[in-house]
Nanobody, 122 residues
Framework: QVQLVESGGGLVQAGGSLRLSCAAS????????MGWFRQTPGKEREFVAH????????YYADSVRGRFTISKDNAKNTVYLQMNSVKPEDTALYYC???????????????WGQGTQVTVSS
């Protein structure tokens, strides 16, 4: 079972940038469909971005497409989320996930990290 540890969260001003990292152990990111999700208090966890095991395919939620970029470095066994032009509504706890699948039109995953908080000030 792969274990995931996120880092890189923090406080950023609107319009700024932040890069989240997800370090994997017990498995290789090249073998999994990886992704990022986020959650705010009182709301369901929502899909943000997905990258295929090969790294050749990526997909984004409409709310972040064009601003966020998911990537991975197989040599470092790490997945990244580059967040540009951030907005206050991007404030959330961000989770890295493995074994991302599409279930009845919604993205889901079987393995999660502990999350890293991102707060965007206006």
């Amino acid at each position: 079972q792969v274990q995931l540890v996120e880092s890189g969260g923090g406080l950023v001003q609107a319009g700024g940038s932040l890069r989240l990292s997800c370090a994997a152990s017990g498995g290789t990111v090249s073998s999994y469909r990886m992704g990022w999700f986020r959650q705010t208090p009182g709301k369901e966890r929502e899909f943000v971005a997905h990258i295929a095991w090969s790294g050749g395919f990526t997909y984004y939620a409409d709310s972040v497409r064009g601003r966020f970029t998911i990537s991975k470095d197989n040599a470092k066994n790490t997945v990244y989320l580059q967040m540009n032009s951030v907005k206050p509504e991007d404030t959330a706890l961000y989770y890295c996930a493995a074994n991302v699948t599409l279930v009845r039109g919604k993205f889901a995953a079987s393995t999660w990290g502990q999350g890293t908080q991102v707060t965007v000030s206006s």
